[in-house]
């Protein structure tokens, strides 16, 4: 008999900075999350629309490429999918999070990314 395979948690990294979310992308790959990149919150809605409610992560920044900021994308998220784990990342500190959601200000460590995919998977 064949086994199961087991769930992989699904993170959503949006960011506009190719590197940035090169290397965001690898940290949470490396922590067995599968990654769907984005680099504009107008991406990131099209990916919710289809399947929000498999996202267990959203990481996004504040400023991005298109007409809406990472903070109203993480609004978005957390009204449409209370059980998605959010973290807003920006160089300056901002009010206006969502309920529930945490802010990492930059330059984040990876381990700060790190423990947060960890809660995320975790409940």
């Not at 008999?1 to 960011?15: D, R, S, W």
């Not at 160089?91 to 959601?101: C, I, K, Q, S, V």
Request: a negative charge.
């Amino acid at each position: 008999m064949g086994q199961a395979t087991p769930f992989k948690p699904i993170a959503l990294v949006v960011e506009d900075e190719a590197l940035q979310r090169e290397y965001l992308t690898t940290l949470l790959e490396e922590s067995e999350m599968g990654v769907i990149q984005c680099e504009s919150a107008e991406a990131a809605l099209r990916v919710l629309d289809k399947m929000g409610g498999c996202v267990s992560l959203m990481f996004t920044d504040v400023n991005l490429a298109g007409r809406m900021d990472g903070l109203e994308l993480a609004r978005f998220a957390k009204a449409n999918f209370p059980n998605i784990h959010v973290i807003v990342t920006s160089g300056t500190p901002r009010a206006g999070l969502p309920e529930g959601a945490k802010f990492l200000s930059k330059p984040w460590r990876a381990l700060d990314v790190l423990r947060e995919a960890e809660r995320s998977m975790a409940g």
